[in-house]
């Protein structure tokens, strides 16, 4: 089962040109989940294709760059004919804020829209698959939640061979043993699942601090964490502004991914001080992560989550603004080949050029894209054979 995060802003208070305010969209199995929804958040979703459908929406606090994309997706959704339940959630105390967010100058939306005040330590969210909890974070006097994404655990592996061996006819008592219920034979005998199907798999663990300084809370909720999406706000040396203001540094976050051992660490709610270039911050957080990788998403970069026995994590090339791209690491810039090296392209059939023109020849026209990575071109080049991508202005 997918779980692909879309992060639609990756910026702190004040947007740039290349970041806009925080939003991130996940998506599992065609259900979608939205965590905090800055301004211009719809925008973000058409551009980085993951579609209005939300199910439920999680705010983390109700400063503006949290929260000010929340009208304008609701009244789209509402021209859209939306018929679905859209069900909010936000800290103690939000509830007539966020209502007067969807109803701003009058508006009433024509679907039902429920509002959840959650109370850091309790579960906002109870599905059979995985629930949505808040937790704690500190954030310069106002109240504010985080939020852990964690799937229930999944079966064991069925083995196959064994199944075979002590007699059991492929077909539907396999699927019968992998659900727990034991199969009787033709011969009498009896065999129980736990003869072919093994332990109990953990699911994934997905966490949002929202902006917050470091906290125990975070640690406690972010353990083992598949990813982790923590306030980057500041680099170290800005350590003093990063406390004043209720943020953390990149060198913090670090830490906190570092001490609840999570497997990665995104930097976001990167100021806009650093819009020419974020990659100290990046720098910074990588020098105190043995086991955490730690990396500054662009807006638009996609990640599939994996499950924790499957540790390789793929980055979804959409389109050539995410500069992530699975390249395998050839790459004439050595500080960007230590990066890119490190994600496995989830299309076997890449080629390489001298302008790192990467052909899937699986999907021709959908994956043939520029890289960022290297020098990339301004304009089509001349011999582009495949015409527009269906994704981006190629
Ligand atoms: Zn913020
Ligand atoms: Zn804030």
Request: glycine share 10%.
């Amino acid at each position: 089962m997918t779980m692909r995060v879309t992060f639609l802003g990756t910026g702190g208070a004040v947007p740039t040109t290349e970041r806009g305010p925080s939003a991130v969209c996940v998506e599992r199995t065609g259900e979608r989940l939205l965590f905090d929804c800055g301004e211009g958040t719809q925008r973000q979703m058409m551009r980085f294709g993951t579609g209005f459908d939300i199910s439920h929406l999680f705010v983390t606090h109700l400063h503006g760059d949290h929260v000010l994309g929340i009208p304008g997706l609701i009244q789209t959704v509402d021209f859209n004919n939306r018929t679905d339940a859209l069900a909010l959630y936000g800290p103690p105390g939000s509830k007539p804020h966020l209502r007067s967010l969807i109803e701003v100058g009058g508006f009433s939306p024509s679907f039902p829209v429920t509002i959840t005040e959650v109370r850091p330590g309790t579960t906002a969210l109870s599905q059979p698959e995985y629930e949505v909890r808040g937790f704690e974070t500190a954030h310069r006097g106002v109240r504010s939640v985080g939020y852990a994404l964690v799937e229930s655990e999944r079966k064991g592996r069925f083995d196959r061979e064994r199944a075979l061996e002590l007699g059991v006819p492929e077909g539907p008592l396999f699927g019968k043993l992998h659900e727990g219920m034991p199969v009787e034979l033709d011969d009498g005998s009896v065999v129980e699942p736990e003869q072919v199907v093994g332990p109990p798999r953990p699911g994934r663990r997905f966490v949002y601090t929202g902006d917050t300084r470091p906290t125990e809370t975070t640690i406690e909720h972010a353990t083992d964490a598949d990813l982790l999406i923590h306030d980057a706000t500041f680099d170290g040396q800005r350590a003093e502004r990063a406390q004043k203001t209720g943020h953390s540094t990149a060198r913090e976050a670090a830490e906190i991914a570092n001490r609840a051992g999570a497997k990665r660490l995104a930097l976001t709610h990167i100021s806009s001080r650093y819009a020419a270039d974020a990659s100290t911050l990046e720098r910074e957080a990588q020098s105190k992560t043995a086991q955490t990788e730690a990396f500054i998403p662009d807006d638009g970069a996609v990640l599939k989550i994996p499950y924790p026995d499957n540790s390789v994590a793929e980055w979804v090339c959409l389109s050539w603004h995410i500069y992530q791209l699975p390249c395998n690491g050839i790459c004439e810039r050595p500080d960007e080949r230590s990066r890119l090296s490190r994600f496995r392209c989830g299309y076997p059939k890449w080629r390489y050029s001298r302008w790192f023109t990467l052909v899937c020849r699986r999907r021709l026209r959908w994956w043939a894209h520029w890289p960022r990575c290297g020098i990339a071109p301004k304009a089509t080049p001349v011999n582009w054979p495949w015409g527009a991508c269906d994704y981006c202005d190629w």
